[in-house]
Nanobody, 128 residues
Framework: VQLVESGGGLVQAGGSLRLSCAAS?????????MGWFRQAPGKDREFVTA??????????YYSDSVKGRFTISRDVAKNTVYLQMNSLKPEDTAVYYC???????????????????WGQGTQVTVSS
């Protein structure tokens, strides 16, 4: 599975951005869940949100830090997952990574070990 993120950039606090993650590859049909993580300078990569892929009506999960501000969505026909980010704060500044779960390991989604494939990341910078 290959994942390519886009849509990052510089935005003022209170603004919005939409990230996209386009997926491809022979094994993509085996994807179970898609998600987003982020990593700020000097910090660990942290879970942001995840969505079921093609096995349900798109059940989504969010970290407490973004709940109510970020929305994950999917377009299964386009093999693309989106992250709509509203009411952005300076503390949202980070490199955002798309991830795919194929192996369905019995690991909590917030744990990086659960995720099998990663994109290269896209920078999001929120100025105050």
């Amino acid at each position: 599975v290959q994942l390519v993120e886009s849509g990052g950039g510089l935005v003022q606090a209170g603004g919005s951005l939409r990230l996209s993650c386009a997926a491809s590859g022979r094994t993509f049909s085996s994807v179970y869940t898609m998600g987003w993580f982020r990593q700020a300078p000097g910090k660990d990569r942290e879970f942001v949100t995840a969505i079921s892929w093609n096995w349900s009506a798109g059940i989504a999960y969010y970290s407490d830090s973004v709940k109510g501000r970020f929305t994950i969505s999917r377009d299964v026909a386009k093999n693309t997952v989106y992250l709509q980010m509203n009411s952005l704060k300076p503390e949202d500044t980070a490199v955002y990574y798309c991830a795919a779960d194929v192996s369905r390991a019995p690991i909590n989604a917030i744990n990086r070990a659960k995720w099998d494939y990663w994109g290269q990341g896209t920078q999001v910078t929120v100025s105050s």
